[in-house]
């Protein structure tokens, strides 16, 4: 699950990591009082407004602004409240606006000049251990940073029995090339920015840039955070920050029916049990000449409901030209499947796309003459190629 | 020979008296596998599917000599699971539970690493030694025995793969199912070498998906081992989205080196029989054996 960029600032403060401050509004109104509120407690005289979307990149869409007196704040969160905003992240649509983030401008002339640096928390796979990312080269895309300059790039590997050493943090702000008040102060920062992580079971943390004020401060001025969805059963709290508006409808829709779906941009849906027989089955329809339209993972008991429910979400895809139905039945016995196939499919009447229903495994025999004998409308397979066969079939 | 189980592993199931638990050890049992017992805490000195119930699980190795378990414990307890078995000393710990967070999983590898136990899973459909002990939740019957080896993180795929292979009039050694989580136990890697290395594969069938560098490590160790075992391999999700999470957790493209293409092309340069289409799986194998 991710976070708006003020949810995650929230969060990180409430672990001790200190951040850019900024109040959420929902108008430009509201985006006033907030800009009003934030330079009584923080002096401020400018503000920064940002859309708050799941997506990157939102300066480059025009999602990030610097406002320098309250007119401007009014104009700039009124211009970006509403808006679709398009970023290299999104689709060509974009994603709409509901909320800015009115923040301190941090970015404030001083004894020394501010600097950005890159600092991410993330699961090191190869090892099985979460490690501490982070490069000189804030305020960049990192891939890019990875690309032309990885020597810039350093990580710090935490042992999960002991967690974050000090000495860790300090080779962290050595390797930053900082001193004196803004060593201390990234220690700090990176030690609580790793027990942030670790106590909210983060999936990712991203923090681009962190930077060291112009008074040697150093804080988060964004926030990307993604939390691990299985283990979200503990922080009720950090459940309820999600916010469906970001999400795919027909994904939410799929996923309160207790179906795995993701929505694609092709021609053949599918309906699968077991994630990989799904992408495997996707991989098919492509070197079949389709284009899956979907990723769909029934899950172990594909009864008559299910299928009836899968069914209903791959045809709210406008998209579909056919749809194929691919089941291992092994513990679920085939025959079952077809009969909820069939059910399924004289429960909704009007499919108008050609069905291919492949079953294979338990029963696969008597549930190919129950597919065949139904009067439906349906194709039916026991063989993958067959199943494939089938599909191009159809789609020439 | 077999891998990893056979006729004379003697199996636990942890969680043995929960409704998976229960339907799962039924049908290992009628599959004829040597199941000596299961642990529920608090229902020790119970029997169920006429087999002792423990409280614990050193009670279990030290009153009927378990050496392999598997675990049908909910994800939030699974990781618990996992560390009590590696402390009594099982040696095979087979962890089908879906759902555990990452943040337990990094604990209970990191409490496992010098135990001596090996770790199948988590998310994962188990292993079977066809005709000999099927430790999972897979179909027995697809998987006659035979020859070829199959690793593969997946568990429908698994069954289709094998049931291709036996439609080849080839059969299965064993069949691991090594699971689609971000953090496994038994690598891809450590899987193939346990293949190649047993003289009864004679081909193995590797399956692998988007997120990772397993398979890349897979292949790597296969090209240094100069094993002239042929190895037959697909990659499932060369059409999935880059970011996004494809149903198991671990099965996300992150960056330009885990797509399914990345990977196919370093097995390839690795001497691995690389299948684009999944329906070729079982005509590959036949065709290099």
């Known amino acids: 699950m991710n976070l708006h960029e003020y949810q995650g600032k929230e969060l990180l403060n409430s672990f001790g990591v200190r951040i850019q401050r900024g109040i959420v509004a929902h ?65 060509a649509e974009g994603k709409k606006v509901h909320q800015v983030l009115v923040a301190e401008d941090v970015y404030y002339p001083g004894d020394s000049e501010p600097e950005e640096y890159y600092m991410s928390v993330l699961l090191n796979r190869g090892v099985g251990r979460n490690m501490i990312m982070y490069s000189t080269e804030g305020g960049m ?20 029995a002991v967690g974050i050493l000090p000495f860790q943090a300090r080779r962290v702000a050595f390797n ?32 681009n840039p962190v930077l060291k004020t112009s008074d040697d401060k150093i804080l988060a001025v964004d926030s990307k955070v993604t939390l691990d969805d299985n283990a979200l059963y503990r922080h009720r709290d950090l459940a309820e920050l999600r916010d469906l508006r970001e999400e795919n409808p027909i994904e939410v829709e799929a996923g309160s029916l207790g179906l795995n779906y993701v929505d ?54 406008p998209n579909v030209k056919a749809i194929l139905i691919n089941i291992f039945g092994g513990i679920v016995r085939c025959d079952r499947v077809a009969q909820g196939v069939i059910d399924a499919y004289k429960n909704l009447g009007n499919i108008n796309v050609p069905i291919i229903v492949r079953l294979q495994g338990t029963n696969a025999d008597i549930a190919k003459e129950l597919i065949d004998n139904s009067g439906l409308d349906v194709l039916s397979a026991t063989e993958f190629q067959e199943a494939a066969d089938k599909v191009q079939e159809v789609l020439s | 020979m077999s891998v990893l ?34 642990v529920t805490p608090g229902k020790g000195g119970q029997t169920h599917l006429d ?59 990191d409490y496992i690493k010098d135990k001596g136990s090996r770790l199948v899973g988590p ?107 042929p190895v037959v391999g697909f990659i499932a999700g060369e059409t999935a989205p880059a970011g996004r999470t494809m149903g198991h957790a671990g099965a996300i493209v992150g960056g330009s080196d885990d797509t399914a293409q990345a990977k196919k092309k370093i097995m390839r340069a690795c001497g691995i029989h690389v299948v684009d289409s999944p329906a070729e799986i079982g005509k590959k194998v036949a065709e290099v054996l």
């Open chain 1, 176 to 207: 930053l090339g900082l001193s004196g008040t803004a060593f201390k102060e990234m220690t700090k920062f990176v030690t609580a920015l790793y027990t942030a992580y670790v106590k909210s079971d983060a999936s990712l943390f991203e923090i």
């Open chain 1, 141 to 160: 895309d990192i891939e890019q940073v990875a690309e032309e300059t990885p020597h810039l790039i350093f990580t710090e590997e935490i042992d999960p």
């Open chain 2, 51 to 109: 087999r002792p119930v423990f409280n614990t699980v050193s009670e279990a190795v030290e009153k009927v000599g378990a050496d392999t378990t598997i675990i049908f414990v909910p994800p939030a307890f699974a990781a618990d699971a996992i560390m009590e078995a590696a402390d009594a000393g099982i040696k095979v710990i087979i962890t089908i539970t879906e759902g555990i967070p990452v943040a337990d999983m990094i604990k209970a590898a």
């Open chain 1, 27 to 91: 108008s430009a109104n509201e985006a006033v009082d907030a800009a009003k509120q934030l330079t009584a407690e923080t002096g401020t005289s400018w503000h920064v407004i940002k859309a708050q979307v799941h997506a990157g990149g939102r300066g480059k869409g025009g999602g990030v602004k610097l406002a320098k007196n309250l007119q401007e704040v009014e104009e700039i969160a009124g211009n970006i409240i509403g808006m679709n905003l398009v970023t290299p992240q999104t689709s």
């Open chain 2, 5 to 38: 189980v056979n006729k004379d592993s003697k199996i636990i199931v942890q969680g043995f008296t929960g409704s998976e638990g229960t339907f799962h050890a039924g049908q290992m049992i009628e599959y004829g596998t040597n199941v000596v017992g299961g």
């Open chain 1, 264 to 317: 694609l941009d092709g021609n053949v849906g599918c309906m699968v049990n077991g994630a990989g027989l799904a992408m495997a089955t996707m991989d098919l329809i492509k070197h079949s000449g389709g284009e899956p339209a979907n990723f769909l993972d029934v899950g172990g008991t594909a009864d008559a409901s299910r299928v009836e429910a899968a069914f209903k979400i791959i045809l709210k895809d």
């Open chain 2, 123 to 229: 998310n994962c459909p188990g292993v079977i030694t066809p005709g000999e002990a099927k430790v999972g939740i897979m179909p027995g019957f697809v998987f006659k025995k035979g020859k070829v080896g199959i690793v593969s993180k997946s568990g429908t795929l698994t069954y289709e793969a094998a049931d291709q292979v036996v439609k080849q009039g080839l059969g299965i050694t064993t069949a691991i199912g090594i699971g689609g989580d971000p953090i496994i136990g038994t690598t891809t890697k450590e899987a193939v070498e346990l293949l190649i290395n047993d003289p009864e594969t004679k081909a193995v069938v590797m399956i692998g998906e988007i997120g990772g560098q397993l398979e890349a490590d897979a292949a790597n160790w296969y090209k240094e081992s100069g094993s002239k075992k």
